[in-house]
């Protein structure tokens, strides 16, 4: 008992009395709260990671937040402020969750670098956020030469995973964490302030960065532990693949974190064989990625049947763009549940789960595989509706098409200094999501497109998420995406780029009657261009920016 009130006194801190007389306490919702029950309650839970040399580093929660705890010190005697941004250039490993809560149980604002962006972005994205200190990856010091000049960081402390010699003017984060001395006073932390940062990928616009709280990184945490059939318990062993640059890696690390559960993190590995192994040797029940990831790893699977020995009733939350019904099947033979989820940068990122709802549970496969199909409901706390071009409300008929809006305690409110978009936000406090979507009666969102993916071919809007979806059951097409080339007659007409699989073969044309069975004959592709890989973002998926301005001229005969 009296250990257990210890604990409690360490984690509260402001605003403990009640906002109103005789109601409840209004306890502050922040990593405070999270570090010290995980440290109190899971300490010998593993966190488990593959170095960049491969090999496989064990750890425990106790261990990653006690070096937390040291970061959070350290930090704070090298002149960290409140609010003061730390950048991190790191893949997913056990110090990018030491700076994920060391930093903000500091005061500060974690914010990881998208590492594969463009130089430009980068310096631009790191000198907009004014990130004052940075923890790099040794093995990405060649990413960080390419940005130093324009992101002139006040201090660089480099995580070393070899012997390699530190460049000059970086130190080392094991002597940053050795200089962390023993009297550290945690600030006490509001609810309302930031705790993280993440910058959009920039493909609407210069990249703008958002902020999340410690109190809107706690509720998301909380809503995946409670979403759907895939939720995170104490039980899981919860593999962390989305990168953690993208979306604080979907939430897998908070919430693994405040629920006790065991994590593990890919590092620089992300090939479908390396991840195979790491589900089957850790015996991980709960995954994440987009769907690129996979493709590979079912072609990883089919190729080589019995290698790899994956945990009965595996689950994986897919999102980030379409995935199609097909693969979703073709997983679930191998053993695989996918859950496929719809979200953004802008809302931490979960807004809606697949989930079959127990007034449904007797509709056959068919039906229920449709339903999965889809982008899935509003998690609780979250609102969404659909409007039209004038803003009125549409009716959830799943034939009403408009652009997504949503509102709730972890979507953003504003963007980090910067009023450019502030058009995102409309008068009665909703976020524009800027995607196409139709809603059925049950909430069951569909998305249509992205605003700007959309094709408009004489006046009549073509769904390019649809045709991928559909090529993508043909067995030849291993990827497709669906792009608007201008016409000189039509304005703009779809054409489609397909990579086969391997050893496959198909022909336009066989490809153009497959979805002619399938769709209206003014909405199949024009053209079909064979591709030996689609050309994809920093977080995987397809940059269609890319595809129309490689096909602009297109030789329409
Ligand atoms: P980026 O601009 O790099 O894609 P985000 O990761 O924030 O940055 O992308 C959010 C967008 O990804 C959404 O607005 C939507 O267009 C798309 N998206 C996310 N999840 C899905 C999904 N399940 N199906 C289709 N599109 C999705």
Not at 66 to 82: V, Y
Not at 250 to 256: E, L, N
Request: charged share 20%.
């Amino acid at each position: 008992m009296h250990r257990f009130a210890t604990f409690h006194a360490t984690t509260l801190s402001v605003r403990l009395g009640p906002v109103f007389p005789g109601s409840m306490m209004d306890f502050p919702l922040t990593l405070a709260h999270v570090a010290a029950r995980t440290e109190r309650l899971f300490p010998s839970v593993e966190v488990v990671a593959r170095k960049p040399d491969r090999s496989i580093e064990r750890s425990s929660w106790g261990a990653v937040i006690r070096r937390a705890r040291r970061l959070a010190a350290a930090l704070t005697r090298a002149g960290l402020r409140e609010g003061d941004r730390v950048a991190t250039l790191q893949w997913n490993g056990l110090a990018h969750v030491e700076a994920y809560l060391g930093v903000p149980l500091a005061g500060g604002v974690c914010h990881p670098l998208n590492l594969r962006l463009h130089p430009d972005e980068f310096g631009y994205i790191a000198s907009h956020a004014r990130d004052r200190f940075l923890l790099v990856d040794d093995v990405l010091l060649p990413v960080l030469e390419s940005i130093r000049a324009k992101a002139p960081f006040e201090r660089i402390f480099v995580v070393q995973h070899t012997n390699a010699p530190l460049p000059a003017g970086c130190e080392s984060y094991t002597s940053l964490l050795a200089s962390a001395g023993s009297e550290f006073m945690a600030p006490q932390l509001d609810e309302r302030s930031a705790a993280s940062m993440c910058y959009t990928s920039g493909t609407t616009g210069r990249p703008k960065g958002v902020l999340y709280t410690h109190r809107s990184i706690l509720l998301h945490s909380l809503s995946q532990a409670l979403a759907g059939d895939a939720p995170i318990a104490q039980r899981d062993c919860v593999f962390a693949v989305a990168p953690m640059f993208h979306v604080n890696s979907w939430g897998f690390p908070y919430t693994a974190a405040l629920m006790g559960a065991k994590l593990v993190l890919p590092g620089p590995h992300l090939d479908a064989e390396s991840l195979l192994d790491l589900l089957d040797q850790e015996r991980v029940t709960l995954t994440s990625g987009v769907p690129t990831i996979w493709v590979a790893i079912r072609d990883a699977l089919r190729a080589q049947p019995g290698r790899w020995r994956l945990e009965p009733g595996l689950r994986a939350i897919v999102g980030g763009s379409a995935l199609p019904e097909s693969l979703l099947r073709e997983m679930a033979e191998l053993g695989v549940q996918l859950f496929h989820c719809w979200g953004m940068t802008e809302t931490s990122p979960i807004g809606t789960y697949g989930h079959v709802k127990s007034t449904q549970a007797d509709f056959d496969d068919e039906a229920k595989f449709k339903i999965l199909a889809r982008q899935g409901y509003a998690s609780p706390l979250v609102e969404l509706r659909h409007v039209d071009d004038a803003g009125r409300v549409l009716p959830w008929d799943d034939e009403a098409i408009g652009e997504l809006q949503c509102r709730g305690p972890w979507i953003a409110g504003s963007y980090f200094n910067s009023h450019e978009s502030d058009e995102r936000w409309t008068a009665d406090g909703w976020f524009r999501t800027g995607d196409v979507v139709a809603i059925d009666s049950e909430g069951v969102i569909r998305i249509v497109d992205r605003s700007k993916d959309l094709v408009k071919s004489g006046g009549e809007w073509i769904s390019s998420v649809a045709l991928e979806n559909a090529l993508m059951a043909h067995s030849g097409v291993r990827e497709a995406a669906v792009i608007g080339v201008p016409h000189p007659k039509w304005q703009e007409r779809p054409i489609a780029v397909v990579a086969l699989r391997p050893g496959a073969s198909a022909t336009a044309e066989e490809l153009q009657q497959f979805l002619a069975e399938r769709f209206a004959k003014w909405q199949v592709p024009d053209a079909v261009v064979f591709v030996e890989a689609l050309p994809r973002t920093g977080v995987g998926k397809v940059r269609k920016s890319e595809l129309r301005e490689r096909y602009r001229e297109f030789p329409w005969s």
